[in-house]
């Protein structure tokens, strides 16, 4: 058995990577599995690196040692693997993924924990050929996420500040946009302000959207939000960060599915787990069982799923 930790040194304040190689020897000692620690250098370097080593075939537990990119980069490289296990070591700045796991979240920052927990499959998104392990979105908030970088470029701008300038210069351009959309054979066009699939629960730093998704039930939860006027989002948004569609149907549909498809007359941003991809006509499939996730021993998700 093989250990592999992608080490994401941009990703967080816990990630410096001497001090995390020198915990994760200290959580090895004693065992005679081979260890390698990866320090990445440059993006999608842990989905090349992982693939390859998943490529060998022999059995390799994967740590992704950073935020949530760096856990999406790894899924990326172990989808579709059956010898591979994966993990998230919990060190970026969000770890949204994790969130929905609550009591164990603080389990996925103790390597023995993760070094001696069992893996479980669940499920992924499939998106414009990028896999998804938590929510997928497009619309107004994939829009304003996409483009925080173009303003945190600017020296006096803030990582923070960024969000903002972005999120309001989205705001005067406009919440909606024309969209076909095809969900399980149904079929809708219009104009929407945003669509979220979700495998998880949290993404956005703490947006909550369908608090019931389970990552292992097979089925995507949809929220299409409809088109609004800038007043009326303003007003809707609070609820839907925190999963109170329910008393917002009039703007807001809830659908649970196995795939939904879009077309567009132009490229559309598509958030993947916090990172962009561009299409005019994506489509999220879902891919039950499709990667091997490990959960930290003693962890109550894993101990209900087993039961």
């Known amino acids: 058995m093989k250990h592999l930790f992608i080490i994401n040194p941009t990703a967080g304040k816990n990630t410096d990577p001497e001090a995390l190689r020198k915990k994760i020897n200290e959580a090895m000692s004693g065992s005679s599995d081979e260890l390698e620690i990866y320090v990445t250098k440059a993006p999608l370097d842990a989905t090349e ?10 059995p390799l537990r994967v740590y992704a040692c950073g935020g949530d990119g760096t856990l999406n980069e790894c899924v990326n490289g172990a989808a579709g693997f ?12 969000g770890n949204d993924f994790l969130r929905m796991f609550g009591s164990d979240t603080a389990l996925f920052t103790d390597l023995k ?33 996409i483009d925080v970088h173009k303003y945190t470029q600017n020296p006096f701008i803030s990582g923070t500040m960024g969000y903002v300038v972005s999120l309001l210069s ?90 939904i498809a879009f077309e567009s007359d132009e490229e559309l941003g598509i958030n993947v787990d916090g990172e962009a991809v561009f299409s005019k006509t994506p489509c999220f499939r879902m891919e039950p069982g499709a990667i091997n996730f490990i959960f930290p021993k003693g962890a109550a998700f894993l101990t209900s799923r087993n039961s």
Not at 82 to 93: C, D, I, K, Q
Not at 121 to 145: Q, W, Y
Request: aromatic share 8%.
């Open 49 to 58: 690196k992982v693939r390859a080593e998943a490529e060998k075939g022999a």
């Open 82 to 93: 059956e010898n591979v296990a994966l993990t998230h070591y919990a060190s970026g700045s």
């Open 113 to 145: 924990a993760l070094i001696n927990g069992k893996a479980q499959p669940i499920d992924l998104i499939d998106v414009c050929v990028r896999k998804s392990i938590n929510i997928c979105s497009l619309g107004f908030d994939a829009r304003v996420g």
């Open 170 to 259: 989205h705001f005067i351009k406009g919440i909606n946009r024309p969209l076909k959309i095809k969900l399980d054979g149904k079929e809708m066009a219009g104009e929407f302000a945003l669509v979220c699939a979700c495998n998880g629960r949290y993404y956005g730093g703490g947006f909550n959207p369908v608090p019931e998704a389970e990552p292992d039930d097979g089925l995507m939860d949809v929220l299409i939000v409809k088109k609004v006027s800038r007043l009326t989002f303003l007003t809707l948004i609070g609820k839907y960060a925190k999963g109170r569609y329910a008393e917002l149907t009039k703007y807001i549909s809830h659908y649970r599915c196995t795939e």
